[in-house]
């Protein structure tokens, strides 16, 4: 069973940063893609930042220049670097694992974290 545990969600004023960390459990012996989603209140769950086992980035427009994924293979670990945060970034970020081999079963995914709360004060 593969767990994704977060952490790094928290209080900031506007223009601060926050750095949001993902890391899988399980033996897990390749993964095609992680990444995060964010939730902010009274609405849908949306994509924000993705990255792939060979390192290709995608990021939403709304975050592009401000926010910086980035994975530590090793560790299974997929971190969020945000900065110049705005009160608009608001919202439960949920990170997701898609793809993946453990004891050289594929499962397809998605797999998603708990949820870390990242709120931006004006």
């Known amino acids: 069973q593969v767990q994704l545990v977060e952490s790094g969600g928290g209080l900031v004023q506007a223009g601060g940063s926050l750095r949001l960390s993902c890391a899988a459990s399980g033996s897990i012996s390749h993964i095609n893609t992680m990444g995060w989603y964010r939730q902010p209140p009274g609405k849908q769950r949306d994509l924000v930042a993705v990255?792939?086992?060979?390192?290709?980035?995608n990021y939403v427009d709304s975050v592009k220049g401000r926010f910086t994924i980035s994975t530590d293979n090793a560790k299974r670990t997929v971190y969020l670097q945000m900065n110049s945060l705005k009160p608009e970034d608001t919202a439960v970020y949920y990170c997701y694992l898609n793809g993946y081999v453990v004891d050289s079963t594929f499962y397809p995914g998605p797999n998603w974290g708990q949820g870390t709360q990242v709120t931006v004060s004006s």
């Open positions: 990255i792939t086992r060979i390192g290709t980035t």
